[in-house]
């Protein structure tokens, strides 16, 4: 399955207040793996920088000045985030943004039905606690140490890792390392070792079928990362 993270940065918390979208980043995922496929573009507002806005993302009015505007690159940003799922980190806000500008030039907006709130999913998986970006870092141990400002595609990048944790995580040891904490009152056996090796059920024309995925991704494919390391 086809997901889209995104994040947008702006020049102030409400569109009806004439506030634009300065940044969009988009990170392709597929079965909620990033494929290493992006969109990014920084966007010329029309508009002043308010210095509140700009202490958070670090965008200038000087620096965006020569950007494009949302009319000359909505067709593209359109065309990559196609149909599918979104997924966004408070997500009123970005789409609320997103469907200002789609309106102002005559583009369908975004359906709420097509975007899954992390900050929702977030909240209940984690009840009472704090559920922003960074914390939410801190809480699955992802860096993010070069978030030193909001960025819209360095803030997608790490939320799309964010997800995969509120997903169940990248459960690299599907859950069996020796580090679970033991449960009181409960008696636990170490797994005993197979003495003979179960047969590999993958077939010749999986790993076919497989390598040939791989190969329409790229050499930024994330599973070529995990191949070498395993080699």
């Known amino acids: 399955m086809r997901e889209i993270v995104l994040d947008t940065e702006t020049t102030g918390l ?30 010329n507002p029309e508009r002043d920088m308010p210095e509140e806005a700009q202490r958070v993302h670090g965008l200038s009015a ?5 950007k494009p505007l949302f009319v000359h690159i909505v067709d593209e940003f359109l065309t990559f985030i196609g149909n599918d799922q979104l997924v966004i980190h408070n997500a009123e806000f970005d789409v609320k943004f997103l469907n200002a500008e789609l309106k102002m030039h005559n583009r369908p907006v975004l359906s709420f039905d097509r975007v899954l709130d992390t900050l929702a ?20 141990n992802i860096d993010n140490s ?3 400002k909001h960025g819209a595609l360095l803030d997608s990048e790490i ?36 003495s003979n090796l179960l047969p590999s059920r993958i077939t010749l ?23 070498k390391q395993g080699e």
Do not use: M
Not at 27 to 36: A, K, Q
Not at 121 to 140: E, H, K, M, T, V
Not at 162 to 190: C, H, I, M
Not at 205 to 227: C, K, L, M, P
């Open 205 to 227: 024309q999986d790993r076919t079928e497989h390598e040939a995925f791989i190969a329409q991704i790229g050499d930024q494919a994330v599973w070529n990362s995990y191949f």
């Open 159 to 194: 939320l799309a890792e964010v997800y995969a944790e509120l997903l169940g995580g990248r459960q690299s040891n599907l859950g069996l390392s020796d580090s679970r904490k033991p449960v009181a009152g409960v008696a636990v056996k170490p797994a005993k070792a197979r």
């Open 62 to 66: 000087a620096f965006l000045k020569d």
């Open 121 to 140: 999913l977030a909240r209940r998986r984690n009840p009472g606690a704090s559920n922003s970006l960074d914390a939410l870092c801190n809480r699955y």
């Open 14 to 43: 409400d569109p009806a207040q004439g506030h634009r979208v300065v940044e969009i980043g988009c990170v392709e995922l597929f079965n909620s793996i990033p494929t290493g496929q992006t969109y990014h573009v920084y966007l």
């Open 146 to 148: 070069r978030r030193t």
